[in-house]
């Protein structure tokens, strides 16, 4: 795993993102797109994953494109991530897409991140929702948030993010003090950009709000 620093190298919040390797320019814009809502001063970490669909899985499953499996190896992600976490300071993790989904799951292994931005996280991931329910998070801070075409998808698989994301938030409801579901316009594709910075900075924000 590659990391990518960007941000105030100073600051006492710092955001981890898994990305993939090609998206440092997609980055920068979030970096930018994040301080235009929110005024905390912080540190971002990409953390470049070189298997998407194994790196970031939390259990294998069948695949949903192709023939590849997802090859469940979200654990040995989050410790390399854990091992370049800065003391001392308060981390929120996130990112989009299967990314988002990983950063819930991995604040149900560990209370190292205060918040999690999960920007149309995959929540049709095989078994999550029950997991999520057996296995609370532990963090102060979540933002969910969903194209609202994404549960048309052709995909019966991906068809069902909009009902498990719904799922999803009720349990987060009972979990954690801050947490949110908004709903942008577009399938999974339309901005992801904008959608992750938005998930960030409303972490920050509450976090903030919170005193934290």
């Given at each position: 795993m590659?990391?990518?620093?960007?941000?105030?190298a100073d600051a006492?919040?710092?955001?981890?993102?898994?990305s993939d390797p090609r998206d440092g320019e997609m980055t920068e814009?979030?970096?930018?797109?994040?301080?235009?809502?929110?005024?905390?001063?912080?540190?971002?970490?990409e953390c470049v994953v070189k298997d998407w669909d194994g790196d970031l899985s939390p259990w294998t499953a069948p695949p949903v494109f192709g023939k590849e499996p997802f090859g469940g190896n979200a654990k040995e992600t989050l410790e390399k991530i854990l091992r370049i976490c800065p003391e001392g300071n308060m981390i929120v993790l996130g990112g989009y897409s299967l990314a988002g989904l990983f950063?819930?799951?991995?604040?149900?292994?560990?209370?190292?991140?205060?918040?999690?931005?999960a920007a149309?996280?995959?929540m049709w991931f095989p078994g999550f929702t029950d997991h999520l329910r057996n296995h609370p998070v532990k963090t102060r801070a979540?933002?969910?948030s969903l194209g609202d075409r994404e549960e048309k998808a052709k995909n019966?698989?991906?068809?069902?993010?909009?009902?498990?994301?719904?799922?999803g938030y009720g349990i987060l409801k009972e979990q954690v003090g801050a947490v949110t579901l908004e709903w942008n316009e577009g399938n999974h594709f339309r901005e992801p950009d904008v959608r992750t910075a938005k998930a960030f900075a409303w972490v920050l924000n509450a976090l903030k709000d919170a005193g934290s």
């Open positions: 590659d990391f990518r620093d960007y941000g105030d006492k919040s710092v955001l981890l993102m898994p814009n979030i970096v930018r797109l994040i301080r235009e809502r929110s005024d905390v001063p912080f540190r971002m970490i950063a819930l799951w991995a604040a149900t292994e560990t209370d190292r991140f205060s918040g999690v931005a149309s996280p995959s979540v933002c969910l019966p698989v991906m068809a069902t993010v909009g009902d498990r994301i719904r799922e």
